[in-house]
């Protein structure tokens, strides 16, 4: 049983962001989230912190959200970021009228934007296209979107002794005379059930919003699923961000994200959450678009394909278009539907979740007679030690300048030593209470690189089992199922020299391990198989 | 250093150096036929060292894989494995086995009923038929005997407190210790194929031992990951459990390890002392295909090397070590680019659950051959007449996860060698013998 000022459901950036922006007023929190950090949208996109020019011509009001939003975090998260600059590119049979009017939108929205010539910006990416006709820099940046939810989280924990629970999943409220007094929660894993009580309760739980809604009776949520799909390279292919300069569609943004890039995306309608995966068709397609602007897209290769859904807002009576739908945000009171202390924050994007935090962080404030003001805009985010390994790059530079000979490396491709797991064990926010090899995923960089977790999986599993983290059958069958998630993203985009390594991997989790034929109940074979020769 | 172009010739070019390669080598020359092997070695340290027959079928595991082998030509007539005789296949595995044996490294002859042998992850694997150095653990196991698993420290990924875990609910009586090798205890990484060679040592065995013994307390038996030698390991393997004084066993570290290495090393020494010719370390990087027989193109450190053969088996394995290769639009097979039979699309290659026990579509992708064992053009027809294929590139299997690498390896390179030698018999009663291979 847990007692707090305020349950926030949903450990996405912005539930996260609430949880801070609320602690830095004093204020305790609960965060839950059924799976666990980033398992939504918030660990299924670009990692774009927009400037804003990707909305100018369509949506303004977006467009200057985002360029407001992206210069605070700059200023307050510049660990979590890389300014690197974007471009905005047309090549021939893009619109020259659209891409005509594009530095007059920017420029009405506040967004900093310059034109250049085709040979400029070849110069500054020469990985583009021979076939550009008109090219603009905006300041784009990137952003880690698990660093930043490490962080807010990391943050929240300090400031009042807040509390993340993973794996925790809102079964009903308990509501009396119009507020409610408390959430029954299961824990995924182990089936036990736990009581919440809050003064508050936020829903932050993004795609998932509508449903939590509903458990609390309330209808007025009303969302687009829209499925996004995202593949990553092997090698970064560009320095800066590049946009083509055409009405949003698929295939048209390429992401430097460290070491990797990402081209994304596409956009279909869902109805169901569950079980969303990339496929083949969408990854043929991101190619194929890809190469228009970038033309070795065509020989890269990619190491991962993955989606997210998009939550947006439906107003009343909107076509169900994913592109078109609003990326703003609202907030919903549910005042009018009877409950005093339940708040909804749904829509937006990545680069306004803080403002989404703030303006939630308000009402829930104001509500529990607390009269501090936001602190977000201004205070900059505190660098934990054990939330920094999602960084590309960092564990290596860690590692060499530890010179520990018996720090061994389990993740090979990533370069991620023994003491970042044991570090993230030990201190990462919400891995505590529950490790698993997915949660040390999401607070690291095991697994991200070119073999996808196959091989790294098993060392560190080893290694689980060493410091006893692990001392029954649940580990591998985490391994198994930790392989077999990172699995769905590699099959679409498998060719060419992933077969190899695919085959290879295969052949050590089947054929040797036997993974594909570990029962649930930790046996393999009935005892009378066991032959004494 | 001058380059010089040279030329050989065999009666039989063996093209392909993992377990098929190897074992068709064998097979011919104990059919009197003179060969010539090629091929990069680099994919057989990857082996676990368990040589697998038939371990799970359609109906799930096999505890009697000849008899599985019965229904297999009911369920999968197109199984490579359901195409060779029950008699040929036990006589190619026992022959092999016996062979390996004789070779210096020992193997169990192949049983009635598969083993379950022990994993790195304390899992459990069925085979047929495992190195003398790993055996003990069946008894073991068998016999829930108190046992004292040792690992090492910087032996990354392999831990004996995950294999006892695992296998704990079977296995009651397993413990796990970790300790240091002698001379490489300082915390930094330690490689099992070093610690292999070092254990050739004698007096390294005797510090180990003298590390290990008091550590035994009640054990009736000592599992070590797979480090016991490299050349002799039945030799270190007999002479640590006399120091001990009780049966020690072997498991299988990750791959590459030990067993695979072994394996390498053994084919790469004993093959030539028998009389093949052997190019392990160079691809074939051209295959031409003549009416009167087959020359292949490679070249190594002193130029560029010609065989002239009266006949190929193809033995070079899929993705893994490049028998196959994969574009977004389609498989094909690398070397001579004879037709692969396999999924429409891309989107069939893969099933959405990674573990479903069905396999891969891409898996069971592959050079189709006719009755002799000769590959078959996309309309069915003979590719060519002196060529012939064996080993994981065939289609219509899943060594993976049938557990059949070995079987299959074995018994269709025993099968292509028969055939193939029957086309260089038909050439030799008609063109006078050659210069042999020197």
């Known amino acids: 049983m847990f007692e707090t000022e305020a349950l926030i459901i949903g450990g996405g950036v912005t539930g996260t962001g609430v949880m801070r922006d609320l602690a830095l007023r004093g204020i305790h929190c609960v965060l839950i989230d059924r799976r666990d950090l980033n398992a939504g949208a918030s660990g299924g996109n670009h990692g774009l912190l927009h400037s804003g020019g990707r909305y100018a011509v369509g949506d303004p009001d977006t467009a200057a959200e985002c360029r407001r939003e992206g210069d605070i975090l700059k200023a307050v998260a510049p660990e979590c970021i890389d300014a690197c600059g974007g471009l905005f590119v047309a090549v021939q049979g893009d619109d020259p009228e659209y891409a005509a009017r594009f530095l007059e939108h920017c420029r009405s929205a506040g967004i900093e934007c310059t034109a250049i010539t085709p040979a400029e910006a070849r110069e500054l990416e020469p990985c583009l296209s021979e076939k550009l006709f008109a090219a603009y820099t905006v300041p784009d940046a990137t952003i880690d979107p698990f660093r930043i939810t490490l962080e807010n989280v990391n943050h929240a924990q300090q400031l009042t002794q807040s509390i993340f629970l993973a794996h925790t999943e809102l079964e009903r409220f308990i509501v009396d005379g119009g507020t409610i007094r408390s959430a029954v929660c299961r824990d995924t894993r182990t089936g036990e059930t736990t009581t919440i009580h809050a003064r508050q309760v936020v829903n932050a739980a993004g795609a998932w919003a509508m449903r939590v809604a509903r458990l609390a009776g309330c209808s007025g949520v009303n969302l687009l699923y829209s499925k996004g799909t995202l593949i990553i390279s092997n090698a970064r292919i560009g320095q800066r961000v590049i946009n083509r300069l055409r009405r949003p569609g698929d295939g048209d943004i390429l992401v430097p994200g460290g070491t990797v890039s990402l081209l994304g995306t596409t956009s279909q309608t869902v109805q169901n959450l569950d079980d969303i995966h990339p496929t083949v068709a969408e990854v043929d397609d991101l190619v194929a678009e890809g190469i228009a602007m970038v033309p070795q897209v065509a020989h890269t290769r990619f190491i991962r394909a993955f989606s997210g859904v998009r939550p947006l807002l439906m107003a009343a009576g909107a076509d169900a278009d994913g592109r078109k739908a609003s990326r703003g945000f609202s907030l919903f009171d549910h005042e009018s539907e009877g409950l005093a202390n339940f708040a909804t924050v749904a829509g937006g994007k990545l680069t306004t979740f803080r403002l989404m935090a703030e303006k939630t962080g308000d009402l829930v404030a104001r509500r529990l007679g607390n009269s501090q003001p936001c602190r977000t805009e201004t205070t900059p985010l505190p660098s934990g030690d054990a939330v920094r390994w999602t960084e590309p790059g960092f564990a290596p530079r860690y590692w060499v300048a530890r010179r520990q000979p018996g720090d061994l490396i389990l993740c090979e491709c990533e370069m991620v030593p023994a003491s970042a797991i044991d570090s993230i064990v030990e201190n990462a926010p919400g891995a505590q209470l529950q490790v698993s090899l997915n949660a040390i995923a999401v607070r690291s960089r095991v697994g991200k690189g070119t073999c996808q977790g196959a091989f790294c999986s098993l060392r560190v599993t080893s290694h689980l089992y060493d410091r006893q983290v692990y001392d029954s059958p649940v580990g591998l069958r985490h391994t198994r199922d930790f392989v077999a998630q990172r699995f769905k993203g590699v099959a679409p985009v498998a060719w060419g020299e992933h077969l190899p390594q695919l085959e290879l991997a295969e052949a050590l989790h089947c054929g040797l391990l036997g993974l594909d034929r570990l029962a649930d109940d930790g046996g393999q074979f009935p005892p009378t198989a066991v032959q004494d020769p | ?438």
Request: charged share 20%; glycine share 10%.
């Open chain 2, 1 to 438: 250093m001058i380059k010089q172009p040279r030329r050989h010739q065999a009666e039989l070019l063996v093209i392909g150096s993992g377990l098929a390669g190897m074992a068709a080598s064998l097979f011919a020359l104990e059919r009197g036929v003179e060969v010539a092997l090629v091929g990069n070695t680099g994919v057989i340290a990857f082996t676990t060292g368990y040589l697998d027959l038939l371990g799970y079928d359609g109906r799930g595991f096999v505890d009697e894989p000849w008899r599985a082998l019965i229904r297999l030509r009911e369920d999968e007539p197109r199984h490579p494995l359901a195409n060779v005789a029950e008699d040929d296949i036990r006589a190619a595995f026992t022959s092999f086995t016996h062979t390996l044996t004789e070779m210096g490294l020992g193997y169990t002859a192949p049983g009635q009923h598969n083993v379950l042998a022990l994993t790195p992850a304390g899992t459990l694997k069925p085979t047929l038929s495992l190195p003398f150095t790993m055996q003990p653990a069946i008894a073991a196991m068998a016999r829930g005997l108190d046992t004292l698993v040792v690992d090492f420290i910087g032996l990354n990924g392999f831990s004996a407190r995950e294999l006892v875990a695992n296998l704990a609910p079977r296995w009651p009586g397993l413990r796990a210790r970790r300790i240091g090798f002698p001379d490489m205890d300082s915390g930094a990484e330690v490689y099992a194929e070093v610690l292999a060679r070092a254990l050739e040592v004698p007096a390294t065995r005797q510090r180990l031992a003298e590390r290990i013994g008091p550590l035994l307390g009640s054990a009736q038996a000592l599992g070590l990951p797979a480090i016991l030698g490299v050349h002799r390991p039945d030799q270190v393997h007999r002479e640590l459990q006399s120091l001990l004084g009780v049966p020690v066993f072997e498991i299988p570290t990750m791959p590459p390890a030990v067993p695979g290495v072994r394996l390498r090393e053994l084919f790469e020494t004993q093959l030539p002392q028998r009389g093949v010719a052997l190019e392990p370390q160079h691809r074939v990087k051209r295959l031409e295909l003549l009416s009167q027989g087959v020359t292949a193109q490679l070249e190594d450190a002193y130029g560029e090397v010609t065989i002239e053969a009266a006949a190929a088996v193809l033995a070079t394995g899929r993705f893994t070590s490049g028998g196959l290769s994969a574009s977004p639009n389609g498989i094909r097979e690398t070397l001579a680019n004879l037709a692969v039979l396999q999924p429409e699309g891309r989107t069939a290659w893969y099933r959405s659950d990674y573990f479903d026990p069905r396999g891969h579509a891409i898996n069971r992708s592959g050079v189709t051959v006719d009755e002799q064992w000769r590959p078959l053009d996309a309309a069915g027809k003979l590719a060519h007449p002196r060529l012939f294929a064996a080993g994981s590139l065939l289609a219509h299997q899943d060594w993976i996860r049938q557990r059949c690498g070995a079987g299959v390896a074995i018994a269709t390179a025993y099968k292509a060698v028969e055939c193939a030698a029957r086309t260089v018999r038909d050439r030799r009663d008609r063109v006078p013998a050659r210069r042999r291979f020197p």
